[in-house]
């Protein structure tokens, strides 16, 4: 593995990679094969936290995955980017440069395009953010509309800005009713069974809900209501996914779930109307703060209007310009 990866890295080093400007002082890469393999692997906020269901489901199999079979597993399923995907991905910079660029974004000088077969999460369309990077599956490449492609890397932008800004990150939470704190500790059997977000895979976001017994403390919580993979049916990571609302509470200096009979206490966020009261309804991706923000940030760079709350993305803008 080791001699492997050293020739990943060198020859990643040596790789001429085609590059776009997104805004002053950023460019859009898009890796190939090589590369892509070289950072798929790396340990970062998602390599520290993924779960052994997440790496059970990636690879569709009900057997315990180790990391490094993990890894390998990522590595092999990247691919090169035809010049046609390239150029797609370069009208889209172009359309929406001016745009970003009025927001006075601080994104790192690189962010890199990344596609994937899509077995590396089971084989299904979806778009996500590691580091610096924006990976496309081909599933979501060659079934989803244009129009669907471009507003997704708008929203993953905004990933690559939150993990570049974690300060701003807070206050963009904030808007919505979330603050970021310690991270949640969770039994280990619960750990093992979370569904780990490559776009916020810290589990360190809660909320005070109002409810009929008070202020209730609770943190978003993603995870699989079936402990082990199941062969016989298709889904990928998405297989027996469930969002809830984990009732929360501070016990011995760590922050934990609220247990009884030895399960989490669960919230259908839902169907909790003090929480849509909370985080607006402009979107209905609302499984993170993150992804709340994410999409809200899709409809300020995009000029949606008649949103349901308006006010958000006014909130938004006013913090990327500092303006009080």
Not at 73 to 101: D, Q, T, Y
Not at 196 to 214: F, I, V
């Amino acid at each position: 593995m080791r001699s492997i990866l050293f020739l990943l890295i060198l020859t990643t080093s040596f790789s001429v990679l085609r590059a776009v400007e997104l805004i002053e002082g950023t460019e859009l890469v898009f890796a190939d094969s090589a590369t892509a393999a070289a950072l798929v692997i790396k340990e970062d906020d998602y390599m520290q936290r993924v779960s052994a269901y997440d790496r059970s489901a990636s690879m569709r199999t009900d057997r315990a995955v180790s990391l490094e079979e993990y890894k390998r597993h990522l590595a092999r399923n990247v691919r090169n980017w035809s010049e046609a995907r390239k150029n797609m991905f370069s009208r889209f910079a172009r359309n929406h440069k001016k745009a970003l660029g009025a927001l006075k974004l601080n994104l790192p000088a690189k962010i890199i395009l990344i596609r994937t077969t899509g077995d590396e999460v089971g084989g299904v369309g979806v778009a996500y953010t590691r580091m610096n990077t924006i990976v496309y599956t081909d599933l979501m490449l060659n079934s989803a509309a244009r129009g669907a492609l471009e507003e997704t890397f708008i929203h993953e932008i905004f990933h690559v800005y939150s993990r570049h800004n974690r300060a701003m990150r807070a206050r963009f939470y904030k808007i919505i009713g979330f603050e970021t704190g310690p991270e949640l500790t969770l039994p280990e059997a619960w750990f093992e069974r979370h569904i780990t977000n490559p776009d916020a895979p810290e589990m360190n976001c809660y909320a005070n809900l109002p409810s009929a017994e008070g202020l209730l403390r609770v943190a978003p919580f993603i995870y699989a209501t079936q402990p082990v993979y199941d062969v016989g049916k298709p889904g990928g990571i998405f297989q027996s996914l469930s969002f809830v609302l984990l009732r929360v509470e501070e016990k011995d200096g760590h922050i934990v779930p609220v247990m009884a009979e030895g399960k989490p206490l669960m919230i259908n966020a839902y169907q909790t109307p003090a929480f849509w009261e909370m985080i607006g309804r402009n979107t209905n991706y609302v499984i993170h703060p993150e992804e709340i923000m994410a999409s809200n940030f899709t409809f300020l760079v995009t000029g949606k209007k008649e949103l349901p709350n308006p006010e958000i993305l006014k909130k938004m803008k006013n913090l990327f310009l500092e303006k009080k």
